[in-house]
């Protein structure tokens, strides 16, 4: 269950919350480890994704759209583990999409950062703060260098100038903390020398505003006139331009077209020589062409009479052989209708003696 500036956020999915702490980092000259300083935790970011729908649909998008365009912290309460501790948070995005199709069903996206109002902190005070924190971690670490430095001195020289190595480290115990009582002094020095400056920027402000109130006729003035030398220097400028140009076009003019002339005398030149070649050609081919033709016909008219004598011979051949076959089909024609006419003859006879006989 999530409830957004009051409203009920229904269908629910896909949720994640993600916490990050700011950490920075200090580096000490000419040493290997350094020293962190927490500078607090990031605002929780909680986003998840859902579905809008049923009759009501249309108008809740609505109601959070609001809200996200107000740009004001919302209440926020959620039963999830993670985010419990997050009563307020601002509406870092809110992604609207309609279900294409589905009528009254919307998908959304939302993300939440944590809002905690802060109470004002002075800027000057944290940086002195973080200064003196500062000073005191490499205070402690130049201390426990020269201590452990010490301890590396061996047993016999440690035996005999026992007495000079605890006044070694008992002078280098106050000169630390001398380092350290002079860094808090010289940061609080710092601290309300940066404060009396302040003071001084803000007099000099209200000064500097009072007295360009008073010159800014006089600069206003002397802008207009440098304005208007500008504008006549500009005028000046652009009439030698364009005088320069319009010559320069001149000149470019007339030698375009002298060298236009000079082109055009030898494109005639060129093409007098192209139509000479022509017209040799175009002769020279119509006599081939003629010479060529003559040929032609008189081939054509010997192959002509060739092939009609040809015809000729074979017209005669297919004459004769035709006439040779009239002749023996009429021949045995005329020996069998003689056949037939000797038979039809036998028979009237043979009838002829039936009739006699009184048959």
Do not use: W
Not at 179 to 200: C, F, H, P, R
């Amino acid at each position: 269950m999530i409830q957004l500036a009051g409203i009920e956020i229904k269908g629910v999915s896909n949720i994640s919350v993600s916490d990050n702490r700011v950490l920075v980092e200090h580096r000490i000259p000419g040493k290997d480890a350094n020293v962190l300083q927490d500078l607090g935790r990031k605002p929780t970011r909680i986003e998840f994704e859902g579905l809008f729908f049923g009759d009501n649909a249309l108008g809740e998008v609505g109601k959070i759209r609001n809200k996200f365009h107000e740009g004001k912290p919302v209440d926020f309460a959620s039963d999830i583990t993670s985010a419990s501790n997050v009563t307020q948070v601002m509406i870092k995005s809110f992604i609207v999409s309609e279900v294409a199709g589905r009528p009254n069903q919307f998908r959304y996206k939302i993300v939440l950062e944590e809002h905690k109002p802060q109470p004002p902190v002075s800027k000057a005070s944290s940086l002195a703060e973080a200064a003196e924190a500062l000073v005191e971690a490499i205070a402690d670490q130049a201390l426990t260098e020269l201590v452990n430095s010490l301890k590396e001195i061996p047993p016999a020289v440690e035996k005999g100038c026992k007495e000079l190595i605890d006044k070694t480290k008992e002078a280098a115990k106050k000169s630390i903390e001398s380092v350290k009582n002079l860094g808090k002094e010289t940061i609080k020095a710092a601290e309300d020398a940066v404060k009396g400056v302040t003071d001084q920027v803000k007099n000099s402000v209200e000064d500097l505003k009072k007295s360009a109130e008073g010159i800014g006729d006089e600069i206003a003035g002397k802008a207009k006139e440098a304005i208007d030398e500008v504008k006549d220097s500009a005028k000046k400028a652009f009439d030698d331009v364009s005088k320069q140009v319009k010559d320069s076009v001149k000149e470019t003019a007339d030698s375009i077209k002298g060298a236009a002339k000079e082109v055009v005398d030898k494109a005639e030149e060129t093409m007098n020589s192209i139509k000479g070649t022509i017209e040799q050609g175009v002769k020279d081919a119509t006599s081939t062409v003629k010479k060529t033709g003559e040929e032609l016909v008189k081939v054509a008219k010997d192959t002509a009479d060739k092939i009609t004598q040809q015809v000729e011979t074979a017209v005669k051949d297919t004459q004769d052989t035709l006439k040779t076959a009239v002749d023996d089909t009429m021949k045995k024609l005329n020996s069998e209708l003689g056949s037939a006419t000797t038979f039809v003859k036998s028979i009237g006879d043979f009838y002829k003696s039936l009739s006699v006989g009184g048959i």
